[in-house]
């Protein structure tokens, strides 16, 4: 009500003012207008939007003692421009610094900008991007702020009274599959949009901060959407380049190759070999990994005694650097009942490498032929997908 009220303001003071620019009013909440500063940041890069410290700085705004602010420098462009808005405390360091770990306090607002177009905005100053609504947005600006929504609704939903606790893991657990479940709200919005930058900044914000580890079936389907539309954007070049299969992780649907590994038991066992009849989870873990060895015994051996006779696997492939330590968390986690192998190099385990991935838990999962089913399931989830394949 109180942003309303803002907006109805601003257009009874600027009635008059030519169209044309970025501007708006701040509600301060008990700051000052000095305090503030707003900077207009353009992303040249996909690995730019919705990061911190990159981008590049096109103008700077002011507030009024009111709270208002207005964009004076910007440039001509025969095509709309993707724009972050950052709103910064006085004498912060690098204007281009965006806080995002909570979107409810996100300090930036992404903007899409056609020249000649007048973009007005209120919110409020220390909930910038939540609170921030405009008056008669763009299509292309509202498809932008319902993202800005659904992103707010599943952070709710999902992440805010989670947390990666590294010595709790009941709680290791939970974030991730709340960090998962996130992700995948996040997709939708990004394959049904048809605006490029919509469909970006979702994949930015389901990347949380972290890589594109998790996301590279997304990813993949991303970039087989826009190539076709926009092969020579540089933004979709980005985002392709993510997705050529010398750079990302192994998808559903490829074949596992069929390295030799070494065994736990002795010698060297080829993956195809080592497959079940039916379907094999290819578990990656190690002794040091929290969730890692809760999911051994609360979720592996309990499938394997109840689905192995019906054609269910297991194969272990452990992050180790050392025999015995791997050997003793095999033993007290009782999952001696499946093939284990490891390099013993840790975290330069080569198998890791060869698939692309750096994060465990980690697991595939393979048909009789090692083609990958689905990747990544854990506890319940994990279950269900056994029980209904196996059926």
């Given amino acids: 009500m109180r942003i309303s009220i803002l907006l109805l303001f601003i257009l009874s003071s600027w009635l008059c003012t030519p169209k044309g620019s970025i501007r708006g009013q701040l509600q301060l909440s008990g700051s000052t207008a000095e305090e503030w500063k707003l900077y207009l940041i353009r992303p040249m890069r996909l690995a730019d939007i919705a990061s911190s410290y990159t981008g590049d700085i096109i103008d700077s705004a002011t507030l009024e003692a009111s709270g208002k602010f207005r964009f004076k420098g910007l440039p001509k462009s025969s095509s709309a421009i993707f724009y972050e808005i950052v709103l910064q405390k006085r004498g912060e360091r690098f204007p281009n610094r965006l806080t995002d770990d909570d979107p409810l306090l996100s300090n930036y607002l992404p903007i899409l900008y ?24 763009s299509a292309a600006n509202a498809e932008l702020l319902l993202l800005r929504d659904k992103r707010v609704e599943t952070f709710r939903q999902y992440l805010q009274s989670k947390s990666a606790d590294a010595h709790d893991e009941e709680k290791m657990l939970e974030y991730a599959q709340a960090l998962e479940a996130y992700r995948n709200a996040l997709h939708t919005p990004a394959e049904s949009t048809s605006r490029l930058y919509v469909a970006l900044l979702a994949l ?16 993949d389907g991303l970039c087989t959407k826009w190539r076709t539309s926009l092969p020579d954007d540089p933004f979709v070049k980005d985002l392709c380049l993510l997705s050529d299969p010398s750079n990302r992780p192994i998808l559903v649907g490829d074949l596992v190759p069929n390295e030799g590994l070494p065994l736990l038991s002795g010698g060297t066992g080829e993956i195809r070999r080592l ?13 040091w990994c929290a969730p890692c060895r809760k999911e051994n015994r609360n979720t592996l051996v309990p499938l394997w005694s109840e689905y192995h006779e019906r054609g269910f696997q297991i194969i ?37 490498k060869t698939l692309r991935l750096t994060t465990i838990p980690a697991n595939l999962l393979l048909d009789a032929q090692g083609k990958i089913l689905a990747k990544n399931l854990h506890g319940e989830e994990l279950r269900r997908f056994v029980e209904a394949y196996l059926k």
Avoid: C, N
Avoid at 316 to 331: C, F, N, P, T
């Fill in 316 to 352: 272990g492939y452990a992050l180790e650097s050392d025999r015995k330590l791997w050997e003793k968390a095999i033993q007290r986690d009782s999952v001696h009942l499946w093939p284990h192998a490891s390099h013993l190099q840790g975290d330069e385990a080569p198998f890791l």
């Fill in 204 to 219: 930015q914000w389901a990347k949380a901060g972290t890589d594109y580890e998790r996301l590279a079936e997304f990813v």
């Fill in 114 to 137: 056609s020249e000649g177009e007048t973009i007005l905005i209120s919110a409020e100053a220390k909930a910038f991007q939540a609170t921030a609504q405009m008056h008669k947005p």
């Fill in 275 to 287: 497959l079940g009849p039916k379907l094999t989870l290819l578990d990656f873990w190690a002794s």
